[in-house]
């Protein structure tokens, strides 16, 4: 069982930056990707980047490339979100997930979620 927990969301101006933090606990060497996806009101959920284990592969969404940078620290069994030049539309509950199927990790289809952490971000 894999447990996964969220932190460093709060509210920033618009140009600022982020960087959010999931710790992994349990049993993660089986994992074959993490990664954030977000939500917010009203709208569907979005996989924001995913990175495949050992970091060799990433993903990110087209809507924060080259703002948003995914990373591991596989010692630390951490994951973090590096969020830069951050727009009000950034603003959204943000989900630390994982998987341990490649399968699900290619089609976005995480089923290992933390419990999130708010990212406000105004102009």
């Known amino acids: 069982q894999v447990r996964l927990v969220e932190s460093g969301g709060d509210s920033v101006q618009a140009g600022g930056s982020l960087r959010l933090s999931c710790a992994a606990f349990?049993?993660?060497?089986?994992?074959?990707?993490m990664g954030w996806f977000r939500q917010a009101p009203g709208k569907e959920r979005e996989g924001v980047a995913i990175?495949?284990?050992?970091?060799?592969?990433?993903y990110v969404a087209d809507s924060v490339k080259g703002r948003f940078t995914i990373s591991q620290d596989a010692a630390k069994k951490t994951l973090y979100l590096q969020m830069n030049s951050l727009k009000p539309e950034d603003t959204a509950m943000y989900y630390c997930?994982?998987?341990?199927?490649?399968?699900?990790?290619?089609?976005?289809?995480?089923?290992?979620w933390g419990q999130g952490t708010q990212v406000t971000v105004s102009s």
């Open positions: 990175i495949y284990t050992g970091g060799s592969s990433t």
């Open positions: 997930v994982a998987d341990y199927t490649l399968a699900a990790c290619r089609s976005h289809e995480l089923r290992i």
């Open positions: 349990g049993y993660i060497d089986s994992l074959s990707c």
